[in-house]
């Protein structure tokens, strides 16, 4: 978050005056030998963390240079559809992270479902909030729009893998339960409603507590990288401010989102569990991708028969009603 402090501050910092020191990449390096600690510790008690660490690392690098330098010519670009690709590409990668590396149990239209829930949360909160908080005018104003979404998406990705793993958990352990509960005439929202609670709950509760010891016992990175950058402290502590309960908004409308449609997924519309529909096992990127074209077309042709059967339904009400009308006629006589 200090490297998105440093961007919304943009220009506005007084560089002349706050003595910043140019660091290169020996200074990166140094810093690495703080992940010895890690894998040192690690390698002590067995935890098996090594491995992870070090491609943790790895990408750290990796994918902040490659951030520093795309922003850069963002920014200096200045153009409202360059931000709001940039917007999409952010939230295609957080559905991805989601997804492929922080969820062991899926469901069939997961990444649809992710996809919508942040984009709705993130652009509904981030262009409002940006707007108006912020007082950015226009809202899309690259040097803040960009690290506020990159902030929002962040937090909400935590949020949406804890919610969604609790909820497929909870559908999968509990379903006979949840059959018990269907069995005696509850619909799929009441028999599943403790599961979707308990999940926004256990989703919320993160950010409920950094916002408690945010400033007394925590300084942010945010705050601190805009006062790195030359801000006025008590200008960072409002920026901050507003970040967090955009964070807070964001997170529990895409939480919202993501558990009802995994609830209504795992519970049909006819008020049946469905178990078989949540998948064990981290997914494979390579195999969803060959299966692309297939689910594709079965969504075509769904939608298709969608529209059949609606067709259908309408021409018999019409039938239904001339023949009524017909048979009545007498009687009216």
């Not at 998406?153 to 609790?166: D, E, F, K, P, R």
């Not at 995994?262 to 519309?269: E, K, M, N, S, Y």
Request: aromatic share 8%; hydrophobic share 45%; charged share 15%.
């Amino acid at each position: 978050m200090d490297v998105l402090g440093f961007a919304m501050q943009g220009e506005n910092g007084n560089h002349g005056d706050n003595n910043m020191v140019e660091l290169t990449w020996w200074n990166v390096g140094f810093a690495s030998l703080f992940i010895v600690v890690n894998l040192i510790m690690s390698s002590i008690l067995g935890l098996g963390l090594e491995k992870s660490l070090l491609i943790s690392a790895i990408r750290c690098v990796v994918q902040l240079t490659i951030m520093g330098f795309v922003l850069e010519d963002v920014f200096q670009a200045k153009h409202p559809a360059i931000v709001i690709l940039m917007t999409m590409i952010l939230i295609l990668l957080g559905c991805y992270e989601i997804i492929y590396n922080k969820s062991n149990k899926t469901f069939r239209g997961m990444f649809l479902t992710c996809l919508c829930s942040m984009t709705m949360s993130t652009l509904l909160v981030g262009i409002i909030g940006s707007r108006y908080a912020m007082a950015q005018d226009p809202f899309w104003t690259p040097e803040k729009f960009i690290p506020t979404t990159g902030m929002l998406l962040g937090n909400l990705m935590s949020g949406m893998a804890v919610a969604i793993g609790s909820c497929l958990s909870s559908l999968s352990d509990g379903h006979e339960k949840i059959e018990t509960y269907l069995s005696y005439g509850a619909t799929r929202w009441e028999a599943g409603l403790s599961v979707a609670t308990e999940s926004v709950r256990l989703a919320m509760l993160p950010t409920i507590n950094q916002m408690s010891v945010i400033g007394l016992i925590a300084i942010p990175g945010m705050m601190t990288g805009q006062i790195m950058g030359g801000a006025s402290v008590l200008q960072a502590a409002r920026y901050q401010q507003i970040i967090m309960f955009m964070i807070s908004a964001s997170t529990a409308l895409a939480v919202l989102t993501a558990v009802v449609t995994c609830v209504t997924t795992i519970i049909d519309a006819e008020h049946r569990i469905r178990p078989e529909r949540i998948l064990q096992g981290r997914p494979s990127l390579w195999k969803d991708i060959k299966l692309l074209p297939k689910r594709t077309w079965e969504g075509v042709h769904w939608c298709i028969m969608c529209c059949g059967r609606f067709q259908k339904t309408h021409k018999i009400w019409d039938d239904s009603d001339s023949e009524t009308s017909t048979e009545r006629t007498p009687l009216l006589n």
